[in-house]
């Protein structure tokens, strides 16, 4: 049976002069794994929010037809919406830590659905919170359900976040980017969960910007573009043998072992898609710019970086990989100099780095630079992109509007966005933007933590192409942190497996992914989703 049937839908935000989907029709079925895959702006989320009328304020919503469980969904006022969704559907977004209410405890926002639904009666609300709670894998859930959201690890809110969606048990649930930015082993803890419950008959409609992660679940997919399907059918047909080439395009744009050494960004040609070589990069095997030697780190009594060493060499990349909390931004943060180690010590060029006074470090700041994986967060919101980048800069104010020009080439933006704010560009410009002040002091290490996680997979490529074409030129090292191993191998030399602070392997980024030694690397990788189609 069909729970939604969609035919023609078209969604406007007229104010903004915005038509965000357009022409889109679908189906989803019980027990059916139906994914939208496409770049930000493609109408993914838009789609899907509109099905459980959460489109927002000021859309116009139009349908040749819009059916839910066999009702016009069109004829539905905001009261009939809030009958439906949660008993009909659940929702389960990309932050939990938004979603989740920051003053309840995770025990009462679960009863919260149940309440709202009448699906217990009051006395019993508590005892089957905590049976959600234990449903989706949550260990202690006596414990966790009167903890606080963020009290919690990423992998435990999205979980708290599936129970609250379930609590009604609805007949579909739709996960918008439910696995982003969670490491590899906790991601393939939550698709195992989904999976499970599409086994006991519920329907998903799965939003998601990663290839590999759509094709272990989803039985249809659907490639959006501009609001605009532009191809669909069963995954493994539209993801090994696809006939648009937009998604011949995104397939190409997929990091792994085989594009390294390539742009991502390919080009379509001829109804093929073609990667190019970067730009030759040299590694200068001689002294290393950063020395990690022996070091550890602690918060208060609890130690998260143990006897770390490695080196990190001009124009080499290392990645850092592992699960939440195995000490991986710790260590950024210890190579940045913005904490102090226990033991050991960091040194760069050759001179003390850690173990000297902030007042002698200064001088050298710049030549240790951070991407983060949100800039926004990073920005000061009151300043203008042209004052950002030109915050590190000294000298007459023309020189640095001419040297912000610069930099904005460089990383592939008009030089007219001087003067717009980041909250009003995209996720790709903003991580452009944080990358441009990161140029801006010419640093000889860029630490980039998590840069691209929170990225759409066209976007993503254009950033790795850009790293790979700033090391070329520049001679720059990269410590480069990641939850995505298919990212790490495309754009390391050397990689870091980090547990519990410790590093349990080293080695060159084939040698580990390929013939790895410790049965935790062993876990990680065969925690990674495989993506169906072939090589391209």
């Known amino acids: 049976m069909s729970l939604i049937e969609v035919e023609d839908l078209r969604v406007a935000f007229p104010k903004a002069g915005v038509q965000a989907v357009r022409g889109v029709s679908l189906s989803i079925a019980e027990g059916e794994c139906v994914a939208i895959v496409g770049e930000s702006g493609s109408g993914k989320s838009v789609t899907a929010r509109t099905l459980v009328g959460l489109t927002g304020p000021g859309a116009t919503v139009t349908a040749g037809r819009f059916s839910v469980k066999g009702r016009d969904a069109l004829r539905f006022g905001q009261r009939g919406w809030r009958r439906l969704r949660g008993r009909f559907a659940g929702l389960v977004l990309q932050d939990a830590l938004v979603s989740l209410d920051p003053l309840r405890r995770v025990g009462d926002e679960i009863a919260e659905v149940l309440a709202a639904h009448d699906v217990v009666p009051r006395a019993g609300r508590a005892a089957k919170a905590l049976e959600l709670l234990e449903a989706v894998g949550v260990p202690e859930p006596e414990l966790r359900a009167r903890q606080y959201a963020h009290q919690l690890s990423g992998g435990l809110r999205q979980r708290a976040l599936i129970a609250s969606a379930i609590a009604a048990d609805p007949p579909l649930l739709i996960a918008d980017e439910p696995t982003t930015a969670l490491d590899v082993t906790v991601q393939a803890q939550i698709l195992r969960l989904l999976a499970a419950r599409k086994a006991q008959g519920t329907a998903l409609l799965m939003i998601s910007h990663d290839l590999a992660v759509v094709s272990s679940i989803a039985d249809r997919v659907l490639v959006m573009k501009d609001g605009v399907v532009v191809e669909e059918g069963p995954t493994a047909r539209v993801l090994s043998d696809p006939d648009d080439d937009y998604t011949k395009l995104l397939l190409a744009a997929v990091p792994s072992a085989a594009s390294r050494g390539t742009r991502l960004s390919a080009i379509a040609t001829g109804g093929v898609s073609l990667r190019t070589p970067l730009p030759e990069r040299k590694v200068d095997h001689g002294s290393p710019v950063v020395e990690v030697s022996r070091l550890c780190a602690a918060y208060g009594p609890r130690k998260v970086v ?50 000297v006074s902030e007042r002698e470090r200064r001088p050298r700041r710049s030549s240790v630079q951070l991407i983060s994986q949100n800039p926004l967060d990073s920005f000061d919101p009151r300043y203008t992109v042209g004052r950002l980048i030109a915050e590190p800069l000294g000298g007459p104010s023309r020189e640095r509007r001419d040297r912000v020009a610069e930099l904005l080439a460089r990383v592939g933006l008009p030089a007219d966005l001087m003067t717009s704010h980041p909250r009003r560009l995209s996720g790709g410009q903003r991580q452009r933007v944080a990358i441009a002040r990161a140029l801006a002091p010419q640093p000889q290490v860029l630490v980039c933590d998590e840069p691209v996680s929170a990225l759409d997979v066209s976007i993503q490529a254009q950033v790795l192409d850009l790293l790979g074409e700033i090391q070329a030129a520049d001679g720059t090292a990269l410590i480069f942190i990641s939850h995505d191993l298919g990212v790490v191998h495309h754009i390391s030399d050397r990689v870091l497996v980090m547990r519990d602070g410790q590093v349990v392997e080293d080695g060159h980024v084939d040698e580990v992914f390929f013939l790895p030694k410790h049965d935790y690397t062993r876990e990680l990788l065969g925690a990674v989703p495989k993506l169906v189609s072939a090589e391209l």
């Open 306 to 355: 143990d006897d770390v060493s490695f080196e990190v060499h001009a124009g080499e990349t290392v990645g850092i990989v592992g699960e939440s909390g195995s000490g991986k931004t710790t260590v950024a943060r210890l190579v940045l100099g913005l904490m102090t180690p226990v033991s050991g010590q960091v040194r760069l060029n050759g001179t003390p780095w850690s173990t």
